[in-house]
């Protein structure tokens, strides 16, 4: 247990400064270049790494073991802050308001530890500061890099404020959601609003298919299906006396398996099928794999990582998936791999302009990455 309170200090401080200066994905120039800085100051390696921002390091133990990787995210978010603090965003409209500088903080804090324990390490641990995550872009371009081929074993986290401190969840399989999203664009006949017959109302088309797609769920999936299909945007017409051409509706699809993405999309195009024909109208879906499959929690590295984190002292609670994107999942993907979330106390939740994470999660968490690490080394995960 690393209990230092000038380590503390200086996870806060670091933690501090980069809240202060919240970058968008893609865009984390500053936040890559402070890590790399702490990085080099501690003679941790840097992989050499073909994306614009983000880093991944390197540790080898003196003995030898598997692969195991560690991942923060380092993005912040197109959001105002509205939290009075000391170091509140500098950057007008930016704001670090999923906590993911507390994620790269602690992932930090736990490779500087981790590096004065070489004589305790087995195996190799890559740390991952990954960039756009909001935008569900880092991972996969990780991935791309073929830096994580050899992996054995990923561990990820996102602080949870809805949690008490002190208390670290999960569960089997799908902690979060696959995000899915589509366009469909229907095509009827325009006319004038007093002459509909002379004309093919999108609107009414419309109408139907949003009824339509509204029994996906409840009457097309079984019942303990857990899913959801929404409508989120309609657009159409621009004139009160005319019934216009074309109706063009936008939504997104959330759920925890993706066989029941695959259903889901099957039957909206069924229905806009049957709806096209019925109207004869022209209906085009476009499906647009948003974000991220849902995460896939391989049962024994979960139960591994929630039993180190009671071992730390955290409360440790099975917790039911959240219909939220993470994209962690697509690591998941290629690596066997655990991801939990740790109570952050703020009162206000995550993308939130006034969210705003307790700094005494800081020092706990990178103990437990750190406890987490070294017990991994030792774990035969090249079985899994
Ligand atoms: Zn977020
Ligand atoms: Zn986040």
Known sequence: MISNSTFEQFLISFRHDLHAHPELSKKEVRTTHKIREQLELHQITILPLTLATGLVAEIIGDYPGPTIVLRG???ALPIQEENDV????????IMHACGHDFHTTALLGAAIQLKKQTGNIYGRILFVF?????IGYGAAAIIETGLLNKADAIFGWHNDPTLPLGTVASCHGAVTASVDAFDITITGRGSHAAKPNEGNDPFIITSQLITAF???ISRFLPSNTNAVVSITQIHGGNNRNVIPEKVVLSGTVRAFDAKIVELIKQRMQQLITGLAFT????IELEWVEEFSPATNNHPELTDFALQLAELNGFTIEKMEPLSIGEDFANYQTVIPGAFVFIGSGSPYPLHHPQFKADDNILLPITNYLFQLTLAAGQHPFKKL
Request: charged letters at 25%; proline letters at 4%.
């Open 73 to 75: 995210d380092i993005d």
């Open 130 to 134: 990954q960039p756009a995550e909001e």
């Open 279 to 282: 109207n004869e109208a022209i």
């Open 214 to 216: 509204q029994t996906i």
């Open 86 to 93: 000391a170091f509140r965003s500098v950057s007008h409209g």
